[in-house]
């Protein structure tokens, strides 16, 4: 347990040190208010986006069968084999309140084929099409994820360095603050007391 020592020294130190407290604590809110602000921005966001892939995978899943039947397993399969895609994805961080946030950059879609576009089929197209649109939308759907994840967690942290802040550390130093007003005023009343003695021994001397 801290010593404290009951001077006034000491007791301008805890002042300084209640106040600077106070202005962490409110810092600390208001970076909890901002990160709860873009929390619920970002279920908002992430709850449409997941609406979007839903009814894409559907699409997606209709486009497919419906390739299967129009066209046959080997056709599809053999469309698969002959082309190759090459995406390019850039990934990297932004700091938003000291939270390290994942963001994705979508490059285009580049498409090569063996075999050219001859003979590709609208059923095909499509299901081609649905996909990439499907894939585009879980690559978006990914980092909010993380992003609502990584926020949450940082509020949480906040809110108990905020309670711990609030009932453990302020009132420990207002205590403290109080244990050297009261030792102040006893020494004072001491002072006083043997400044009256003197006082009193010496007019008894003459």
Do not use: C
Not at 37 to 42: A, D, G, I, P, V
Not at 161 to 190: D, G, H, M, T
């Amino acid at each position: 347990m801290e010593v404290i020592s009951p001077t006034r020294m000491s007791l301008l130190q805890k002042k300084q040190e209640y106040k600077q407290v106070i202005i962490g604590v409110e810092l600390l809110r208001n970076k909890r208010d901002a990160l709860l602000k873009e929390f619920f921005s970002t279920i908002a966001h992430l709850s449409a986006l997941r609406n979007q892939l839903e009814l894409t995978a559907y699409e997606s899943t209709l486009s497919f069968i419906s390739s299967v039947g129009f066209e046959g397993k080997e056709k599809l399969l053999s469309y698969t084999f002959g082309h190759e895609n090459d995406w390019v994805i850039d990934l990297y961080e932004k700091n938003l309140w000291g939270v390290r946030i994942p963001e994705l950059k979508e490059g285009p879609v580049i498409e090569k084929t063996e075999f050219g576009e001859i003979g590709i089929s609208y059923h095909i197209e499509n299901t081609r099409n649905n996909f990439i649109k499907f894939i585009k939308l879980a690559l978006r759907v990914l980092p909010e994820e993380i992003k609502l994840k990584r926020l949450g967690k940082e509020i949480k942290r906040v809110s108990r360095k905020i309670n711990y802040l609030e009932k453990y550390v302020l009132p420990q130093i207002l205590y403290q603050i109080k244990f050297i007003y009261e030792a102040l005023e006893e020494i004072e009343r001491e002072d006083i007391f043997r400044l009256k003695r003197i006082k009193i021994k010496n007019l008894t001397k003459r």
